[in-house]
């Protein structure tokens, strides 16, 4: 049996970040999704919105503990070996994270090795050029390991908050897309639109140290006009996979593909993103995940006009869907499967849903590195 203190941290010592790790200086090499990457270069990361959670009694849980405790699952997962953290943007009262790149920054410095971005970054409500500079900024100081992950955002709270119009949503997004493109040649930038003040051979500041400039990838949810996109760019596709059997989004993968090879591009690697939960046992995992799942899927529901999820769905989703949710095996054996059959390089477990409590978070965090992604590797390299 595992033990907690009041507020709900766990005590297990498998839940332990490793207080013996060495200096937390990056590496040499930051890692990298490459396209058709074995399974020793597959990224296999984790993903959190900051969700305000519950302690084991039911009490709720401030949003700036909540911050810090994102900090510490991010320390867990580091030294557990996990690839990569990704941290979504938003601006509602159930996400703590609005700034993404000022808690990534913190976990920075505590940390090694693990690629730092977002999911996503919703470039339409936001300013190019800012964006840009913080993330630039965020990979000098965590040493070359930073990401972003760019999206039009599908929660739509920031446009009225940052004053633009949800009529011009399609628009912002391909507008500023263009623009940060550009600007990640970091050189001098002539640009003109119609919702941001023009550029004349503006430089951004500070430079990152690599070529390319800031590593950048586009949210897909499963729009062919998006995936076109990203080819056009250049830029690889993270594809939002929350519902249903991943194989349906084959033929947008392949459609990612075909237009690499039709226009002559390098090939570029595909990321993968779902949700789950791991615990010791498929019954525990299910049991600790359902009721915030449910929780957390009625109240985004009911604001979209979506009917009330049952359990029946959820366990569909477990047995066969996108819900990544069991004991280590049962989640890398899923995990294998999905890589294998969408051909991906990446692929992110969003492992917060709800009100679920920081010391199931860190049991998942933990499990999930030092359990599932071994598995993920020898399953993929046995096949």
Excluded: C
């Excluded at 500079?133 to 100081?141: G, H, I, P």
């Excluded at 359990?311 to 294998?340: H, K, M, N």
Aim: aromatic share 6%; glycine share 10%.
């Amino acid at each position: 049996m595992t033990h907690s203190d009041a507020r709900g941290a766990s005590t297990d010592p498998r839940h332990q970040p490793d207080r013996t790790a060495g200096d937390p200086t990056p590496r040499s090499e930051p890692l990298r999704a490459v396209a058709g990457a074995g399974p020793e270069q597959l990224i296999l990361g984790l993903d959190s919105f900051g969700d305000v959670t519950r302690t084991p009694a039911g009490e709720p849980v401030h949003p700036a503990q909540v911050l810090r405790d994102v900090v510490e699952q991010a320390v867990l997962a580091d030294e557990a070996g996990v690839d990569a953290l990704t941290l979504g943007e938003h601006h509602r009262d159930d996400f703590a994270i609005s700034s993404p790149e000022i808690v990534l920054a913190a976990i920075a410095g505590r940390t090694r090795r693990m690629l730092l971005g977002t999911g996503v970054t919703v470039l339409s409500s936001d300013d190019p050029v800012r964006v840009y500079e913080r993330f630039a900024t965020l990979d000098a100081v965590s040493g070359g390991r930073a990401e972003v992950v760019l999206g039009r955002g599908s929660f739509t709270e920031s446009f009225p908050l940052f004053g633009y119009r949800l009529s011009d949503y399609d628009e912002l997004f391909s507008e500023k897309l263009d623009l940060f493109n550009r600007l990640r040649a970091e050189g001098p930038v002539t640009w003109s639109g119609r919702h941001r003040s023009a550029l004349v051979e503006q430089e951004v500041h500070p430079k990152t140290e690599q070529p390319g400039g800031v590593r950048a990838w586009i949210g897909v949810g499963g729009s062919p006009h998006s995936v076109l996109r990203t080819v056009q760019l250049g830029i690889p596709m993270m594809l939002a996979i929350i519902g249903g059997d991943p194989q349906r989004f084959l033929p947008f993968v392949d459609l990612y593909r075909r237009t690499q090879q039709e226009l002559e591009r390098d090939p570029m690697p595909l990321g993968v993103h779902s949700p789950g939960h791991v615990a010791d046992s498929d019954a525990e995992a299910r049991e600790q995940l359902w009721p915030h799942f449910e929780a957390n899927r009625n109240r985004i529901g009911a604001e979209r006009g979506w009917p009330r999820t049952t359990r029946a769905e959820f366990e569909r989703e477990a047995d066969s869907g996108s819900l990544y949710v069991g004991s280590p095996e049962t989640v890398a054996q899923r995990i294998a499967g999905t890589v294998r059959t969408l051909g991906a390089d990446r692929f992110d477990l969003k492992y917060a849903t709800g009100t679920m409590p920081h010391e199931q978070l860190m049991g998942s965090v933990a499990l999930y590195g030092r359990e599932v992604i071994p598995r993920v590797r020898e399953l993929l390299a046995a096949r």
